[in-house]
């Protein structure tokens, strides 16, 4: 899985090189197609559900402002202001790897910067909580914490997965907190979650557009989605989906296609 979670990673820094004004999402999209193919990876998002009528028609999904997530790529041109999350997976060796991140397009409000740096901050505190938290309930209590005291709605009708063989598996991880929820479950060693919290700067209320996929907030106020892919091992939570750890780096524990640690960018 760490292996799928690298390409999904350079996915994403070739997005990042790439990413801002004028650039349209069809163009992102084919940064990733090509990324997958290079690597010999497996789109995960392509005509996925396969026995489904309207299966996603492309390699990722890109929604831009009030669209939370599931937006097809098209000839859509991104403008300065505005923000676009794009959310990739892929397998290698029949192991998935699933992560998403927002991108700003030049000068953002101060107010939608804030959504942004929350949103992430709910991913890393999520992914923290995981190597102190026994259940997941309590991790869900740590992002409340987070983002609450800045009064964004968090999405609750979409939620994260476990992930494994399968792009989503059981259990579903949820970014906020329900005493009455029944399916709570333990953070032990061999689970591997997406961890994907979806905010928005107003109302938490989502729905789906026409087009049968993009789900956008109900009150049109901009969202921001963060994904990681994060395995519990006996030494804590590893990240599958981000750039080499230090000591993979020291180990030398890295394919050769690594870009140069210097050309690496953060977000
Ligand atoms: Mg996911």
């Not at 963060?226 to 180990?251: K, M, N, S, Y």
């Amino acid at each position: 899985m760490r292996e799928a979670g690298l390409v999904v990673w350079l996915a994403h820094q070739r997005v990042a090189k790439m990413i801002g004004p004028g650039v349209s999402t069809a163009e992102i999209n084919e940064q990733i197609r090509l990324t997958f193919q290079e690597h010999g990876a497996v789109p995960l998002f392509l005509n996925y559900p396969p026995d489904s009528a309207r299966p996603f028609p492309a390699e990722t999904c890109i929604s831009v402002n009030e669209q939370v997530v599931h937006g097809i790529p098209g000839n859509r041109r991104l403008k300065p202001g505005e923000i676009v999350k794009v959310d990739t997976g892929c397998s290698i060796g029949g192991w998935c790897g699933d992560a998403a991140v927002t991108h700003a397009i030049g000068s953002i409000t101060a107010k939608v910067q804030s959504l942004l740096d929350v949103t992430r901050a709910a991913l890393n505190g999520a992914i923290l909580a995981l190597g102190e938290c026994r259940k997941w309930s309590e991790v869900a209590q740590r992002i409340e914490a987070i983002v609450r005291p800045h009064r964004f709605g968090i999405v609750e009708s979409m939620v994260g997965h476990g992930i494994g063989r399968k792009l989503h598996e059981a259990p579903d991880v949820p970014n906020y907190f329900d005493p009455e929820w029944k399916n709570d479950f333990a953070i032990r060693p061999g689970l591997v979650l997406a961890i994907e919290p979806m905010i928005n700067l107003g109302t938490k209320e989502v729905q789906e557009n026409r087009d049968g996929w993009t789900i956008v907030s109900r009150d049109r106020s901009f969202s921001a989605h963060f994904e990681h892919t994060v395995a519990i091992t006996e030494d804590g939570p590893q990240r599958l989906t981000c750039e080499p750890t230090e000591a993979e780096w020291q180990a030398r524990a890295w394919p050769d296609w690594l870009p140069p640690r210097e050309q690496w960018l953060r977000w």
